[in-house]
Structures are given as structure tokens and as C-alpha cells.
């Protein structure tokens, strides 16, 4: 699916996926963006151009090598307002509540904060618990839950300078790195719709799911 156009430029429903994401955060009131680019960049660029369409400004960051999730970051202009940055991953959909995200993030006084997905993971067989070759109990397909990366980041201003847009850095070591400084990175759980398009399955799911759920 990806060998003609780039992930984020992927159908979910008669539009990319990746301007149902900017429309949504069009109706949440932003309007300036960039869009980190290298695979088959100039399609994106023929697509959403200046984003004039949107009403709103859209720029480019092209990476001339892979630069990872949080290394084109350090290509963003000097100049830009010293706000928080919500960064997003351009093959999810989802209905989480931006402004909400930003609020959060300004309350809780972290330097990012990173939203998190429940995933839950079932073994499809019986677990053995042994004590040598003593059977102690046998859990019957137990179920564990995580909570996953789901792919949308608020950072505070202070962040992007320490990245230089020339080495590969990807945003958990970025989190990490913040953490072992001892700073404070703030989770936010999803309770809404949330599906990464990374897999068919989850395309064709979103594909049927995206009627009852987005303008589109």
C-alpha cells in the first residue's frame, strides 16, 4: 500500500488519513503547522500545500536522511512562539480532545507529557505455574493489560532546542533522556477512539469505523 505514496497519504474513508488529523485540529482552533516529511515528500506537498484550503498555514520539515519520531523537530525555525508543541504521528485516528491535552499539560508542569493507550494482550492458552515439576495452578487464557505509546506528544518549548536536527533521535529516547535529567513527564490516558493505521488490519478496520465516528 505504501510503495506509491506515503503512509499518512493513505485513504481512511475518501480522504488521507493524515487531513482528517489536521481537520480535526483545525476545529480545535490551531493554525499553524508543520509537516515532517522524507518518503515521497512532494506528494504531501502537492496535497496540502501552503494549507491555504484550510484556512491555515501549513510548512514543511524535510528530513534528507531519517531523522527518527522527535529528530526532525530540530528542524522547526527559531522562531517559533515559546509554547507548548503538540506533535502528533500522521497514521492515527483518533477523537481525543486537543484542547483537553493542552490543559492538562499546563496544569500538571511537565516538560512533556505523552499519551498512553490501554492495550490488553491475551494468551491464547492455559498458563502453567510450576515449582519445579510440582504444578502449583493453571490460569486459564489470562489477559495482561499495558498502557502503549499511542503516538501524540505535548513538549514544552525547552525541548526543541536541545534536539539538532542532524542526528537520529526518536521521541521515547527524548522522554527518557528528560527523565534520567529528573524531570517530569506527565502521562494522559486515551479513553477515546484511538487506531494506528500500521497494520491492514487496522486500516480496514478504520476504513469501517470512520463514518459513524469523523466528518469526513
Known sequence: LTKDKPKPMLNVGNRPILETIISQFVDA????????????AEMVHEYFGDGSKWGVKIEYLHEKQPLGTAGSLGLLPATIPKL?????????????NYNQLLDYHIEQGGVATICTREYDFQIPYGV???DGTSLISILEKPVHKFFVNAGIYVLNHSLINMIDGFNYLDMPDLLENQIKLKKKVNT???HEYWVDIGHKEELDRANKEISNLFKN
Open 29 to 40: 482552533g490551531f493554525h499553524n503547522f508543520y509537516i515532517s516529511t522524507y518518503y515521497k
Open 84 to 96: 507548548p508543541i503538540l506533535v502528533m504521528n500522521g497514521d492515527l485516528l483518533t477523537n481525543v
Open 128 to 130: 502453567v505455574n510450576t
Open 188 to 190: 494522559f490516558p486515551i
